[in-house]
């Protein structure tokens, strides 16, 4: 038996937010392979790689940035989360990128269950370029809206990853992980209407956000009409 760099039957994939012009979005490959299919960014794990820093190597790989919120949502092993067909196709190409990897089939020439953990990450989208790795005829952002036809069951982690971001935007004050370093009232409210996909009460939602007493108010923002002008925000530093 070859001694193999990564960890066989185990992966990684990731599911990246970014917040742009109200909507929320993914960043999807698009394999080559030879029906049209996506795919979240991911890949196997080095023997002796920790668990999260493989999670950032892959964020990084893909977004070229090292400094991001990222946790992990779930852990997806369902015997049959693989078909026949998706083996199939991914095999080939995934053989090439990972040489060192024996395919996942038994004595009898059957496939073996892939078990992968799920990460969520969080990043300004203006500062991220998606990048495209060997597998990939290409790679950019996807509305999570308007997902298209994903590989394996990616599209259950990606709505697994909004779900968790939605329990935790609030709990854990993340919102500004997906906004730039100074933001409006607005811009925060329209990335908590768009995350939770409903309206929020603006009054309300000020008073709410100014309570936490996390924000710290700059000078206005300049549009053209100085008694309109919202202020800008940033987070507090933290003490």
């Not at 095999?91 to 090439?96: E, N, Y």
């Not at 597998?135 to 990616?154: A, Q, T």
Request: aromatic fraction near 12%.
């Amino acid at each position: 038996m070859k001694f193999s760099k990564h960890i066989a039957q185990l992966t990684l994939d990731c599911v990246i937010f970014g917040f742009h012009h109200k909507k929320l979005k993914l960043i999807l490959s698009k394999l080559k392979l030879a029906k049209e299919i996506y795919a979240l960014p991911g890949g196997f794990i080095l023997q002796e790689e920790d668990i999260e820093d493989a999670a950032k190597r892959i964020l990084f790989e893909r977004t070229g940035i090292q400094d991001l919120y990222l946790e992990e949502f779930g852990t997806f092993g369902r015997a049959n989360r693989i078909s026949d067909e998706d083996f199939q196709l991914f095999s080939g190409i995934a053989g090439d990128l990972y040489p060192d990897v024996e395919p996942p089939i038994n004595e009898n020439n059957q496939k073996m269950r892939i078990v992968s953990i799920g990460y969520y990450a969080l990043v300004d989208f203006e500062k991220v370029i998606p990048q495209k790795i060997d597998l990939d005829e290409s790679c950019d952002w996807y509305d999570i809206k308007e997902l298209p036809n994903m590989i394996f069951d990616h599209q259950e982690m990606a709505h697994k990853g909004l779900q968790v971001l939605r329990e935790n935007l609030d709990k854990k004050l993340l919102f500004n992980n997906l906004l730039p370093e100074t933001f409006t009232m607005k811009n925060v409210q329209e990335l908590y209407e768009t995350v939770y996909d409903k309206p929020f009460p603006a009054n309300n939602f000020q008073k709410k956000m100014l309570d936490l007493q996390i924000l710290e108010r700059l000078d206005k923002k300049y549009t053209g009409a100085k008694s309109k002008a919202p202020y800008l925000y940033r987070l507090k530093p933290r003490t």
